[in-house]
């Protein structure tokens, strides 16, 4: 099993930034890559950053540029930096875990909205 505890969410004016982390913990070894999806109302659900065991990023077309996704082994913490945010950012964010067992784990959410 594998709980993710996900913080640093809240209001920011466009143009701002926020970091969200997520606090990975319990069979911390069979998680090979980790993530950030979002969805905002009346949306499909997007995946926004990934980065394996390996340290390899993936990130949507619509937050390159903008959104850095790292993480912090002693801490088994996975950050997302977000820069330059815009209104169309809002929603609420997950963290997830890939594990390999083929589970895929899942924080709790937090949401980030961008609104002057």
């Known amino acids: 099993q594998v709980q993710l505890v996900e913080s640093g969410g809240g209001l920011v004016q466009p143009g701002g930034s926020l970091r969200l982390s997520c606090a990975a913990s319990?069979?911390?070894?069979?998680?090979?890559?980790m993530g950030w999806y979002r969805q905002a109302p009346g949306k499909q659900r997007e995946l926004v950053a990934t980065?394996?065991?390996?340290?390899?990023?993936n990130y949507a077309d619509s937050v390159k540029g903008r959104f850095t996704i790292s993480r912090d082994n002693a801490k088994n913490t996975v950050y997302l930096q977000m820069n330059s945010l815009k209104p169309e950012d809002t929603a609420g964010y997950y963290c997830?875990?890939?594990?390999?067992?083929?589970?895929?784990?899942w924080g709790q959410g937090t949401q980030v909205t961008v609104s002057s």
């Open positions: 997830y875990a890939k594990s390999t067992t083929g589970f895929n784990y």
């Open positions: 319990g069979s911390i070894s069979i998680i090979f890559a």
């Open positions: 980065i394996t065991r390996g340290d390899n990023t």
